[in-house]
């Protein structure tokens, strides 16, 4: 039993380049989320799937976009990429709305 | 929107020592609080977490209180010990609304 699952685990881009961050979640959770965590600060809420099939902003949606594949699986784009999107990205997890959350082990990405 | 404000942003204690990380939360109708804890370079992991319905929750040496009137809560970690050194989040959410999360406390504990 993985939990939730992340790829890749690093990375570095050039401005402007696109990527797609993978999560996937093998407890048959309904929910999942995007964080993003800068450093010494805490988690922000890029983006969430309250139920497979539904998508919505949170507080920090600016040049993302993401996809609810299936239930297990709900991807991060980054269309073009910005310095200012260098981060640790964490996809997160939970039974349902309100319910504990559980992340995976983040992806480190930086954009030159 | 929810607003959560932890203190302090950093605690040093001694090993054996009881540490104490406050939060207060703006929106009387959040009912779920959960603590994390990160260390570095890794996930954030969850330690314990309470529901509005129940005012403390033990879990060996860590334990959770909330006050609902004055809209704050609580982590406490008795006897504590080196692998305690981490950074610890708490968050609040209510029915319908994102998890908002506080700002961290670095907790370090001197052997």
């Known amino acids: 039993n993985a939990g939730v699952t992340q790829t890749p685990k690093f990375q570095v881009l050039k401005t402007g380049q696109s990527m797609t961050l993978q999560c996937a979640q093998d407890m048959n959770h309904n929910s999942m989320y995007w964080y993003r965590q800068d450093p010494g600060m805490g988690l922000r809420l890029i983006y969430y799937s309250a139920s497979e099939g539904t998508t919505d902003k949170g507080e920090v949606p600016n040049g993302y976009n993401v996809s609810r594949l299936n239930k297990r699986e709900f991807s991060l784009r980054l269309e073009s990429a910005a310095p200012s999107q260098t981060s640790v990205y964490f996809c997160?997890?939970?039974?349902?709305?309100?319910?504990?959350?559980?992340f995976g082990d983040g992806t480190r990405l930086s954009i030159l | 929107g929810e607003n959560v404000e932890q203190h302090p942003s950093t605690l040093s204690v001694q090993e054996g020592d009881s540490a104490v990380i406050k939060c207060t939360y703006s929106d009387s109708a959040s009912n779920y609080f959960p603590w994390y804890k990160q260390e570095l370079g890794k996930r954030p992991q969850l330690i314990i977490d309470?529901?509005?319905?129940?005012g403390e929750k033990k879990d060996q040496r860590i334990a959770v209180t909330l006050n609902k009137t004055a809209k704050h809560f609580s982590l406490h970690i008795t006897e504590t010990q080196p692998e305690d050194s981490a950074v610890y989040f708490c968050?609040?959410?209510?029915?319908?609304?994102?998890?908002?999360f506080g700002g961290g406390t670095r907790v370090l504990v001197k052997p």
């Open positions: 997160a997890s939970s039974e349902g709305w309100n319910q504990p959350q559980h």
């Open positions: 968050a609040a959410q209510y029915p319908g609304n994102k998890l908002t």
């Open positions: 309470i529901r509005s319905n129940v």
